[in-house]
Each structure stands twice: as C-alpha cells, then as structure tokens.
C-alpha cells in the first residue's frame, strides 16, 4: 500500500448514507448473477422472431414489445456492472463483474443482430400499412423510420452479426483507458501553502484542487497530476489511436462520406449544426474570456497566469462551503418553480440514496448520470464541501429530472433523446440554481460576484473546456483520415494548439497543457464533448424565457421532457420556443457569458 493510498478512504471504510443503493437494481451480487445468466439464455427467446418481422403488423408489434422487456433487463445488468467499476473499480470482484458483463453484452448483440437489420428490409410505405393495421405501432414510428434511415450504411446480416460479437473487443480502447484511470494510475502527494501534506488523486484534483484558493497547492496539485500523465502518455494514445482507427475504418465500411458525418448521424445533428455550434462559439467567445482571463490575473496578483490558474476563484479569500445536506436543500428551493411532479424526483434523488457522493480509493472521477430505464437514475460525484459542488450536483440532478419524467411517460425506445439535447436539462438546473441564489444574496455583493463567477464557471465547463474538446477531436479525425499516426506527440501538439488559439497571449502555456487530452473518456464517445455547449445554448435561452414568461415557459420544458426521445433535436427544441437552426442563438449565449464578464469588471469599480 502506497502513502497516497493510506491516507485515502477505501469504499469498504465509506459511511453507507454517502454510497448509492445498488439494491434498487438488485438485492445483491447474487441476484445480478442470475439475471444475467437469465439474459444470455433468454436472447433464445427473442430469436424465435428471425424472419417473421415482415410478416404481418401484429408480429412486429410483439417483436417489438419482446425486445423492449427484454432489453430493459439487459440495461439493468449492464448499468449495476457498471455502477460497481465506477465506485470502486480497484476491487478486482468489481472487475471481474465488468467483465463478465462485458463478455454477455457482446453475446447479446451478437445474437439479436438480426433484429434491426431485418427491420431495414420494410420500405416506409409498408411501415405506414403496418401501422394503419396496427395502430399499437404508432407508437414506434419514430423508431422505426429512424431505423430505416440507416439502411444505407447497414452491412450484410452475417458481417453485422460478427461485428456486434466483436463488440466487446471493438470496446477495448475505451475499457483499457477507463480501467487505468481507476485502477493504476497514482498521483504523489502534494504540499499546501501551509507546508502540509495533502492526498492526490484525479477526483480530488478536478473536483477541488483545480478551484483551490491556494495558489502553492493549486499549482503543485497540477505538477503532481502532469507528471503523472506523462508517464502514460504512450500507452493513453495507443489506446486512443485504436478508437480513432475503429472509427474511421466503421465509417468507411458503412459508406459514410467522413467519420464525422457516421458519428452526427445517431444525433440527427447536421454537419452544419457541428460546425456552427464550434466556430461560432471559439469566434466570438475568445475575446470576452481573454478578458477575463486578464481580470483574473491582475485580482490574484500573478506575474504570469498559468492554464493551471484559469479555474482558480476571482475572490480567493471567498470560497462559500456548503455541506450536502444544506446544498440540497439549496437546490430544491432553487428548483421550486419546476413545480410537484418534478420536484418530487429531486426530493427521492437526494434522500433515497440515488446520489454517491463518497471519495475513495478506485472512484471513477468527474461526475455522471446513469438513468437505467425501469428503475430510477443513478448519479455519481465526488463531494468536497464547496458551493461550487453544489452546482454539479445540480447538473447531475437535470438529467435524472430529465429522464425520471421521460421514463414515466414514454416506453424504453422512446426515452433518449439525441445527444445533441441531452446537455440542456442539466445545464438549465446550473443557470435556475444561479438565478436563485443571485435572488436570496441581492443584498450581499460578494456573494452575487461569487455567483457570476460560478455560472462562469458552467460556461467554461462547456462552452471551453468541452467545446475546446470538440475542436480538437475536429482535428484528429481531420489528421486520422489523412493517414497521420496519432502519437502522444502529435496529440499534445494538436491540443496545445487549440487552446492557445483560443486563449491567446493572456495565458502562459507549459507542455503540461499539450497532456490534458488524457483527462476525458468522452473522446471514446463519439463527438459527444461539442454536444454539451449545444445544450447550454439551449438552457441560456430557455432560462431567459423562464425569468420572462414564468409558468407558461415552464410548462413548455416540463413537456419537453416528458417527450424524451419522440422527436428529432431540432423538433424538441423547438417545443421549447426556441430555433437552433439560426446561428443567432449560440450568438445570443455567448452575449450573454460576455455581459456577465462586463458586470464582474463593473463591480469592481463601484
């Protein structure tokens, strides 16, 4: 056991109130076992549909049902594996349940395959008799010509049915990532301003050191957490460089025109949509944060801003800390105007121990939601004991909002929406629990500047750091498709690039900077990184027209939820009044990050 491990928290020494409770899911580990014996030999079950789907509209409809039920079971054994791993994924019994799982979902894929593909032999003129026959199967129209809309770029059933039984190693890349993220990789310990010892760890750094106050701990927490980065950087771009060539061979084999256009098309995003929401936002952005940038550096006092200082708080001697319960609170008051359906989902999510907020040994980092369809969401933080957790929890908490209304009002297909949305309830939370607090502290003008800088900081989160994001995968599937091999150099001079560019001279880079590709699992995710300032744009209007409109605004969102994934993004976002085709929009959003840079600039001087 090393120092760093000693003096952090194993999950068995974790007090339970602070853990989610798996047992929603399963009563134990031997229940999930069953259950997931019981799907491998249930796909039996669903294959007896091969060859029939086109037979008549009922025997769709049943086809249809069969596989819903039964991929509701198949999600609840996957997300409790995978709720394990992400709590604890240093306890080789939690790895070795991935595993298994893994082994079973690539089994599973493999031998309902036929299911979609068969699917594609319909033509929408015998889908709308179907449905006219068969009226039951209105409610899967979307799905259906959604599926239909692939048929293009779908493979012989035999090639489908090898690459689905690959699934498992098609998912290495990102597997092997994760599991050195959580399992193997250490950080040493770092000193304070005060000369003592603190623990190291990725959640510590990027859910506290990053925002610390303390200068020396800050910067030192950096140089810990580079060094080590550096140590793996050949082995994080091997890693990446395979999903990179995965994809760009996937696309070519499915006659895409590009990777990009195979990735937007789950999303139903236009390439259009990509680009605007990429070069509008690093264009007009860039000059309001360089402004800020240079605030920031003049309000702590820095002979130079280092990239390790941008998260760094304006007003160091004014961090507010809020323990969970108090945060909770907080954010219950601040959602009020969501109204009892609602809020109802909020209150289970804090008090039933649908939140893990514990910091221990092998806990994936950052945070996330985990919405199993049939049960409720899951949702993963690290607590620290900062106002500024209580906004991530509050992200967190707008997509279990999201989802807890979608799966009471939609069935299993129906209830995602496209990536391209899924950021905007989440955000909207931030911008609603900003408003609130504003509200309750108008009388307290250090506060109201800490906020401003908070809702900065969501719109750094993702209007720069994933925007940023989605800028520089922009220029790796650009390389990758040209023929560059993507080396651990290559990598760090692409992103070095890409955030002095936006930056420019205001910040003072070091090659750590070119490293910090190594930090997200969402480049194994598609182009998932660009989607979260589309939602934020989203949110900025929605909560704009909340302020102005009140409950009919309101009332239009709640909706929107409700509809989960019946409608394609910009039909969704249009229910909420609100135009994503115009590029005026994402114009609007970044209008708005700068007028609040201007009021922080302001207060200063009153």
Same mark, same amino acid.
């Given at each position: 056991?090393t120092?760093?491990e000693e003096?952090?928290?194993?999950?068995k020494?974790?007090?339970?109130e602070?853990?989610?409770?798996?047992?929603?899911?399963?009563?134990?580990?031997?229940?999930?076992?069953?259950?997931?014996?019981?799907?491998?030999?249930?796909?039996?079950?669903i294959t007896?549909?091969?060859?029939?789907?086109?037979?008549?509209?009922?025997?769709l409809?049943?086809?249809?049902?069969?596989?819903?039920a039964?991929q509701?079971?198949v999600?609840?054994?996957?997300v409790?594996?995978?709720?394990?791993?992400?709590?604890?994924g240093?306890d080789p019994?939690?790895q070795?349940?991935?595993?298994?799982?893994?082994?079973?979902?690539a089994?599973i894929r493999?031998?309902?395959?036929?299911?979609?593909?068969?699917?594609?032999?319909l033509?929408?003129?015998?889908?709308?008799?179907f449905?006219e026959?068969? %009226?039951g $199967? /209105?409610?899967y129209?979307?799905? +259906?010509?959604?599926i @239909? !809309?692939?048929?293009?770029? #779908?493979? *012989? %059933?035999e $090639? /489908?049915?090898?690459l689905?039984? +690959?699934?498992e190693? @098609? !998912?290495?890349?990102?597997? #092997?990532? *994760?599991?050195?993220k959580?399992?193997?990789?250490?950080?040493?310990?770092?000193?304070?301003s005060?000369?003592?010892?603190?623990?190291?760890?990725?959640?510590?750094y990027?859910?506290?050191?990053?925002?610390s106050e303390?200068?020396?701990l800050r910067?030192n927490?950096?140089?810990s957490?580079?060094?080590t980065?550096?140590?793996?950087?050949?082995?994080?771009?091997?890693?990446?460089?395979?999903?990179?060539?995965?994809?760009?061979?996937?696309?070519?084999?499915?006659?895409?025109?590009?990777?990009?256009?195979?990735?937007l098309?789950?999303?139903?995003?236009?390439?259009?949509?990509?680009?605007?929401?990429?070069?509008?936002?690093?264009?007009?952005?860039?000059?309001?944060?360089?402004?800020?940038?240079?605030l920031?550096?003049?309000?702590?006092?820095?002979?130079?801003?280092?990239?390790?200082?941008?998260?760094?708080p304006?007003?160091?001697?004014f961090?507010?800390?809020?323990?969970?319960?108090?945060?909770?609170?907080?954010?219950?008051?601040?959602?009020?105007?969501?109204?009892?359906?609602y809020?109802?989902?909020?209150?289970?999510?804090?008090?039933?121990?649908?939140?893990?907020?514990a910091?221990?040994?092998?806990?994936?980092?950052?945070?996330?939601?985990?919405?199993?369809?049939?049960a409720?969401p899951?949702?993963?933080?690290t607590?620290?004991?900062?106002?500024?957790?209580?906004?991530?929890?509050?992200?967190?908490?707008?997509?279990?909002?999201?989802f807890?209304?979608?799966?009471?009002?939609?069935?299993?297909?129906?209830?995602?929406?496209?990536?391209?949305?899924i950021e905007?309830?989440?955000?909207?939370?931030?911008?609603l629990?900003?408003d609130?607090?504003?509200?309750?502290?108008?009388?307290?003008?250090?506060?109201?500047?800490?906020?401003?800088?908070q809702?900065l900081?969501?719109?750094y989160?993702?209007f720069i750091?994933?925007?940023?994001?989605?800028?520089?995968?922009?220029?790796?599937?650009d390389?990758?498709?040209?023929?560059?091999?993507l080396?651990?150099?290559?990598?760090?001079?692409?992103?070095?690039?890409?955030?002095?560019?936006f930056w420019g001279?205001t910040?003072t880079?070091?090659?750590?900077?070119?490293?910090?590709?190594?930090?997200q699992?969402?480049y194994?995710?598609g182009?998932?990184?660009?989607?979260?300032?589309?939602?934020?744009?989203?949110?900025?209007?929605m909560?704009?027209?909340i302020r102005?409109?009140?409950?009919?605004?309101?009332?239009?969102?709640?909706?929107?939820?409700k509809?989960?994934?019946?409608?394609?993004p910009?039909?969704?976002?249009?229910?909420?009044?609100?135009?994503?085709s115009?590029?005026?929009n994402?114009?609007?959003?970044?209008d708005?990050?700068?007028?609040?840079?201007?009021k922080?600039?302001?207060?200063?001087?009153?």
């Amino acid at each position: 056991m090393t120092m760093i491990e000693e003096s952090r928290r194993y999950r068995k020494d974790v007090p339970v109130e602070q853990t989610w409770d798996l047992t929603d899911l399963f009563p134990d580990k031997k229940s999930w076992e069953k259950a997931l014996k019981d799907i491998v030999e249930e796909a039996d079950q669903i294959t007896t549909f091969k060859g029939k789907l086109s037979e008549n509209a009922n025997t769709l409809l049943q086809a249809i049902n069969s596989v819903e039920a039964y991929q509701q079971k198949v999600i609840h054994v996957a997300v409790y594996a995978n709720l394990l791993v992400s709590a604890d994924g240093s306890d080789p019994v939690n790895q070795g349940a991935a595993a298994k799982s893994g082994a079973a979902l690539a089994a599973i894929r493999s031998k309902i395959s036929f299911f979609e593909t068969e699917l594609l032999n319909l033509t929408s003129s015998e889908i709308e008799q179907f449905i006219e026959d068969e %009226p039951g $199967l /209105e409610t899967y129209r979307k799905y +259906l010509f959604d599926i @239909l !809309e692939q048929k293009e770029h #779908i493979l *012989s %059933p035999e $090639l /489908e049915e090898a690459l689905s039984a +690959l699934g498992e190693v @098609l !998912e290495a890349p990102h597997n #092997i990532f *994760s599991r050195s993220k959580q399992s193997d990789i250490q950080f040493k310990s770092v000193t304070d301003s005060q000369g003592k010892t603190q623990p190291m760890s990725e959640p510590l750094y990027e859910e506290s050191y990053e925002y610390s106050e303390d200068t020396v701990l800050r910067r030192n927490a950096y140089e810990s957490f580079i060094e080590t980065l550096e140590q793996y950087k050949n082995t994080y771009a091997a890693a990446y460089q395979t999903e990179i060539t995965k994809q760009v061979q996937l696309s070519k084999l499915r006659k895409y025109d590009s990777v990009t256009d195979m990735l937007l098309a789950p999303q139903q995003a236009t390439t259009e949509m990509y680009h605007n929401q990429l070069d509008v936002i690093q264009e007009k952005l860039a000059p309001h944060m360089q402004k800020y940038a240079k605030l920031l550096k003049e309000k702590l006092g820095l002979e130079e801003l280092r990239f390790c200082d941008l998260k760094a708080p304006l007003d160091p001697a004014f961090n507010p800390s809020t323990s969970y319960e108090e945060a909770s609170e907080t954010i219950l008051n601040a959602l009020d105007i969501m109204g009892p359906e609602y809020i109802e989902g909020m209150k289970k999510a804090l008090s039933d121990r649908w939140v893990d907020r514990a910091e221990n040994v092998g806990k994936a980092s950052g945070a996330f939601c985990s919405s199993p369809y049939g049960a409720h969401p899951y949702i993963l933080v690290t607590w620290a004991d900062k106002m500024r957790n209580a906004f991530i929890l509050a992200h967190e908490l707008g997509h279990a909002g999201h989802f807890y209304l979608a799966g009471k009002n939609q069935t299993l297909f129906n209830t995602r929406p496209s990536t391209y949305f899924i950021e905007a309830p989440s955000t909207l939370n931030e911008l609603l629990l900003a408003d609130h607090l504003m509200h309750a502290n108008k009388d307290n003008p250090r506060m109201k500047r800490w906020v401003i800088t908070q809702l900065l900081g969501t719109y750094y989160h993702n209007f720069i750091t994933h925007l940023l994001e989605g800028a520089f995968q922009r220029k790796v599937y650009d390389l990758a498709e040209k023929g560059t091999p993507l080396t651990a150099d290559v990598l760090c001079r692409e992103k070095r690039q890409v955030l002095e560019s936006f930056w420019g001279d205001t910040v003072t880079f070091d090659n750590g900077a070119g490293l910090t590709w190594m930090r997200q699992q969402h480049y194994y995710m598609g182009l998932y990184p660009y989607t979260y300032s589309a939602g934020l744009t989203v949110s900025t209007t929605m909560a704009k027209r909340i302020r102005e409109e009140g409950q009919p605004a309101v009332d239009d969102w709640l909706n929107v939820l409700k509809s989960g994934g019946t409608k394609r993004p910009l039909e969704l976002i249009n229910d909420a009044g609100i135009d994503m085709s115009n590029p005026k929009n994402i114009e609007i959003a970044v209008d708005y990050v700068g007028s609040l840079i201007d009021k922080l600039i302001e207060s200063y001087s009153e």
